[in-house]
């Protein structure tokens, strides 16, 4: 069996994909595989369901969501629920089931171990595998708890470093003219993020579009000082120069 948690909620097997339609019954799920392997106590749960201000009969109605999970998760030939009473609370036991979560971060952890070591064609196709596994979560609604709101915010800064480290490996790999418009749409989408109007930048210089490379610079620096008060980082600020002056540095590495 297979738990997809990186959008919504779905479990996969040999049969097919479910849903669980109640909200609550999702939302103690989902946290229970957020946190696989390990305790989740009532009181986590109870805040993650019902934020601060849980209903008066609140343990009554865990228990009851606990027993409608069991019940969802429930296969032929599954001996016991993979949910099971560890006081002070639950524990989901992951066993021989597969996590999305715990593929993307392997997916992730090989991409950059490949890129460590200038292997950017193994590395973009890890990073690709891993993207294509990481929708954004649609939990806006649900998220009342830390451990949601924790894991959303882990989710989100972590697919944006890998996007980062997708389009350097695809720089490397000297697919500039492809990337121009996608870091146009990511510099606008995450105007903050240095990393991304860097690679925008040195994308313009390798198609020979020394101007508007400079252009960039000009606009992520009106963004930084107008949003934080903020000079570019010394990276961007180098890069500025390097193009100024037509340093063959920035050029794209031709193996002998």
Known sequence: MQYEIMGSL?????KGKYAIRARKVSTLLTVLLVRADQVVSIDQLMTEIWGDE???????????????????LDRPGRPESPVVTRPPG?????????????????????????????????????FEQALALSCEPLWDEVCKGPILEGFQTWLQETRLECVEMLMESRLALGRHRELV???YQLTTEHPLREALHRQLMLALYRCGRRGDALAAYQAARRTLRRELGLEPCPALQQLQRSILTTDHRLDLAIPA
Do not use: N, W
């Open 90 to 126: 639950y524990l989901l036991h992951l066993g021989g089931d597969e996590l999305d979560v715990q593929t993307f971060e392997r997916l992730v952890a090989r991409g950059r171990e490949h890129a460590r070591h200038g292997l950017h064609e193994r590395a973009a196709a890890e």
């Open 54 to 72: 849980p209903p008066r009969r609140a343990i009554a109605g865990l228990h009851v969501y606990v027993s409608q999970v069991r019940k969802f």
């Open 181 to 183: 418009s996608d870091l």
């Open 10 to 14: 779905r479990v996969v097997d040999e």
